[in-house]
């Protein structure tokens, strides 16, 4: 049987990395949590399949002026099987007016959790 309580506390520990690597423009950091078909839903409700698509997304983000932002988790639900887990919260960007809610689908593959894909929905505009 899993420890829930620990594998949630992995997972909070996996997203503070993430936006750690989001601060220094980390894209590597960053998608080292994403399985190969990643799937992001960004807040106007644009959306892209595919890791490494979205990281040369990323990449060309990060070489512009690009907001930076992190995700704030709120709740991260395991499920009873132990493979997948469920995590929502708030996004905002720290140099811009942008804010709104996340959730991420994570999925556990041979002991470690990737994010399968991400809902992001801007609440200000």
């Known amino acids: 049987m ?5 594998e ?5 520990q996996y997203r503070l990395d993430s936006n750690a690597c989001i601060a220094k423009k980390d894209v590597d950091g960053v998608s080292k949590y994403w399985m190969p078909d990643f799937v992001q839903v960004a807040g106007d409700g644009s959306h892209t399949i595919g890791k490494a698509l979205i990281a040369a997304d990323w990449k060309y983000m990060f070489s512009q002026s690009s907001p930076m932002f992190e995700r704030l988790p709120d709740e991260i639900v395991v499920g009873e099987a132990g493979d ?3 995590e929502k919260g708030k996004w905002v960007y720290k140099n811009d007016k942008y804010w709104g809610n996340y959730s991420a689908m994570w999925r ?17 505009k």
């Not at 899993?2 to 620990?6: F, H, P, V």
């Open 108 to 124: 556990k593959v041979k002991g470690k959790w990737f994010t399968q894909c991400e809902l992001y929905v801007s609440l200000n």
């Open 8 to 12: 949630e506390d992995l997972i909070r």
């Open 84 to 86: 997948l887990a469920w």
């Open 2 to 6: 899993i420890e829930i309580k620990k």
